[in-house]
Structure formats: C-alpha cells, structure tokens
C-alpha cells in the first residue's frame, strides 16, 4: 500500500520558517518524482516544487515562481523522506500543504485536468501570521 505522511505544519509568524516532513512507502522511492502541493483557501491547488528521480541525486528541485528562492525541497532516500525547507515565509503562504508522489514529474509540472499525481498525503496545515 503507498502511503504518504506528511508532518511539520504549524503556525509560523512572517519571515520565519518551517520545515516539511514527508515519509513515503509502498513504491521505490528512487524511482518516482515526488513533489508538494499546496491548496490556499479560495483558490486552486497549485504545485509549488517537486523533485523527479534523476534530480534526487543532483539535489536539485523544480519550483513555481511564487515559491522560488525562499523554499528548497530535498530528499534523503535512506529515510524515504522528502523535505520542504521554507524559508522567509509570508502569510499568502497559509494553506494546506500536500506531499505527492508520481512516476513522472509531468504529474507535477504540468498539473491540471486529467494530469496529477497518482498518490498524494493527507496534508499539513501552514499557517502564517501577519
């Protein structure tokens, strides 16, 4: 059974920082990009980072434009844990934050309709205060 367990939410004030915990099992964990959503009350879910196989090793990550250069997302594989280090953070970043898994980071980067990831957390609340 895949699982995903996220952990590390909590209330921040503005320019603190969190960090995000996302243990995952059932699935290789090598093998699947795996990434972060958030949902922001009265808007849609937007994918905010992920980072695919081939870049787990390289460390790097992919980001949205309204998280890049504050948060880092990274992994450590002998955990089968993913982390979002979010740094700086502002109160438009309150909202649910979700960890995802997929076979391809497509899942992630180009989200939207019939495209999304195949397993998903149950989610962790960021709130930040002004």
């Known amino acids: 059974e895949v699982q995903l367990v996220e952990s590390g939410g909590g209330l921040v004030q503005a320019g603190g920082s969190l960090r995000l915990s996302c243990v995952v099992s059932?699935?290789?964990?090598?093998?699947?990009?795996i990434g972060w959503f958030r949902q922001v009350p009265g808007k849609a879910r937007e994918a905010i980072a992920c980072i695919s196989s081939s870049e787990k090793e390289a460390k790097r990550g992919l980001y949205a434009d309204s998280v890049k250069g504050r948060f880092t997302i990274s992994s450590d594989s002998a955990k089968n844990t993913v982390y979002l280090q979010m740094n700086n953070l502002k109160p438009e970043d309150t909202g649910v934050y979700y960890c995802a898994a997929d076979a391809w980071s497509r899942a992630f980067t180009a989200y939207g309709g019939d495209v999304r990831p195949d397993h998903w957390g149950q989610g962790t609340q960021v709130t930040v205060s002004s």
């Open positions: 059932g699935f290789a964990f090598d093998d699947f990009a």
